[in-house]
Each structure stands twice: as C-alpha cells, then as structure tokens.
Nanobody, 119 residues
Framework: QVQLVESGGGSVQPGGSLRLSCEAS????????MAWYRQAPGTQRELVAV???????YYADSVKGRFTISRDNAKNTVSLQMNSLKPEDTAVYYC?????????????WGQGTQVTVSS
C-alpha cells in the first residue's frame, strides 16, 4: 500500500504559477513511477505528467513547455510546477503512484487538490 497526500492547490489568474506537491508514504520502495492527473467537471481524468524511477518524464501536449514534474526520492515527494496557467487548466489534480502488480500496474491515488485559473 502507498498513501499519497497532495498540497499546493488554489486559485490564480491566467498567466500565473502554482506548485503542487505530493508526499508518499507506505511501501514506497515498490513505486515505479509517479504522475499527476487532472479532472475537470464533466470530463474524464487525464494524464498530465509522469516521472519514472529512472527520472524519465512524459508530458501531455497541452502542458508541455509550461509544466515541470520533479521527484525528490530522499523526501518521497513528487512536485508539479505549473507556469503560464490557462483557464483550461482548471481541474482537480490528483497525485498517482504506480507499482508493479502480479498482472498489471497497481495505481494509488491522492485525495485531489483543486486548481482554479480565472480572472
């Protein structure tokens, strides 16, 4: 089991910045990758960014060049620096940890943190 606690959401004007953090606890040695997802009202949850244990990263096209995911293994945290925020970035953001299971990856989720971009 992996527990995830997010922090750092809030409201910001278009063009502003926010930094989300997620602290992992529990069986963290089993975590292969950590990610951020988001879900806007009436839409499906979508992948925003992933960082593997190797440090390799992946970003959704919609956030590439504006968001940066980073991982501090010593502190068991993953962060998402969000710059040049747009109204369409408004969503609940979820921290995600992925661990190898016997058949497929096992996903763990945080409780979510609201990000609102509005003038």
């Amino acid at each position: 089991q992996v527990q995830l606690v997010e922090s750092g959401g809030g409201s910001v004007q278009p063009g502003g910045s926010l930094r989300l953090s997620c602290e992992a606890s529990g069986n963290i040695n089993s975590v292969a990758a950590m990610a951020w997802y988001r879900q806007a009202p009436g839409t499906q949850r979508e992948l925003v960014a992933v960082i593997a244990s190797t440090g390799n990263t992946y970003y959704a096209d919609s956030v590439k060049g504006r968001f940066t995911i980073s991982r501090d293994n010593a502190k068991n945290t993953v962060s998402l620096q969000m710059n040049s925020l747009k109204p369409e970035d408004t969503a609940v953001y979820y921290c995600n940890a992925q661990c190898p299971g016997s058949v497929s990856m096992v996903h763990y989720w945080g409780q979510g943190t609201q990000v609102t971009v509005s003038s």
